[in-house]
């Protein structure tokens, strides 16, 4: 989270409102898909998420480029996902000079819950081209059924 | 919260092209990848963001001292419904202009997690040189 430089002499109203702001972030940040249906929601946690439904799995990309796969941990606790990781940027050389600089390196951690419970136990992760995928299968009770009607 | 004191990447917006003078001539959204460029004694190198492309959908071309790095991204498939999103799936293109400084004979690319590097090497005319002095 960024951090705000305090300012007394600021109204005690705008600050409610960058808390009410900065909690509304979190929150979106974690349940992603609770603003509705393809929302187009700007996060300040990266890495920044598509989430995807086939029917039986959510598949949930995320653009990391420069991440070595290595360096990046999943972690699921119910239905609640946790991307960890770190951006290394080659150091230049001693003689080296920047003509532009406009990649970050650092740190990442990002939660999220899914929209409907899924089976943690079969989650697939991978990075194929500077993207992390993930593959969560719907969990067995929140797989669409088919039940046979009969006379009661 | 990072626990130590390595900063925290922060999420930085992909910046579309705007079509500048004239309808775009391809579909889809096109974005400016973010780049670094590093200089040394021998070489210029690039370092381009560009996930999601594969080896086969990047070209590099120089034509009359600018090298164009072109891209194109695949979409998800279709019968993936998308739930959430906060990132769009797009081409890149982005030119640099190299002046005659480069030799561009020798110019080399890696495409690796998502980062092109491009090892631009000075033509040898450029390079800085000690002068023994008789």
């Known amino acids: 989270m960024a951090i705000i430089r ?3 002499e600021a109204d005690v109203f705008s600050q409610w409102e960058r808390m009410q702001h900065d909690m509304a972030g979190m929150l979106a940040a974690s349940r992603p898909w609770a603003g509705g249906d393809e929302a187009t929601f700007r996060p300040e946690v990266y890495p920044a998420l598509n989430i995807y439904d086939d029917g039986e799995t959510f598949v949930v990309r995320a653009e990391v480029p420069g991440v070595d796969p290595k ?22 050389g001693a003689n080296a000079s920047y003509h532009r600089r406009e990649r970050d390196s650092g740190q990442f951690r990002r939660s999220f819950t899914m929209p409907k419970p899924i089976d943690n136990t079969k989650v697939i992760a991978g990075c194929v081209n500077g993207v992390l995928e993930l593959r969560l299968p719907y969990a067995e009770e929140a797989k669409r059924r088919k039940i046979t009607v009969k006379a009661l | 919260m990072a626990t130590t004191d390595k900063r925290e990447l922060e999420v930085t917006e992909k910046k579309p092209i705007e079509a500048s003078g004239g309808e775009p001539t391809r579909q889809g ?17 690039v370092y381009a963001d560009l996930p999601g492309v594969k080896r086969d959908d990047l070209v590099i071309d120089v034509r009359e001292g600018v090298l164009w790095l072109t891209a194109t991204v695949g979409a998800h498939p279709d019968h993936w419904q998308p739930v959430h999103r906060e990132y769009q799936e797009g081409g890149y293109e982005r030119r640099f202009s190299l002046g005659d400084r480069i030799d561009t004979e020798k110019i080399s690319a890696k495409l690796e997690n998502g980062v092109l590097a491009l090892v631009l090497p000075k033509a040898e005319a450029q390079k800085p040189r000690k002068i023994s002095i008789a």
């Open chain 1, 6 to 8: 305090w300012r007394p």
């Open chain 1, 71 to 92: 360096n990046i941990e999943v972690e699921a606790t119910g239905d609640t996902l946790t991307i960890r990781g770190e951006r290394v940027l080659p150091e230049p």
């Open chain 2, 29 to 45: 959204i096109t974005y400016t990848p973010q780049v670094d460029i590093v200089e040394d004694p021998n070489a210029i190198t």
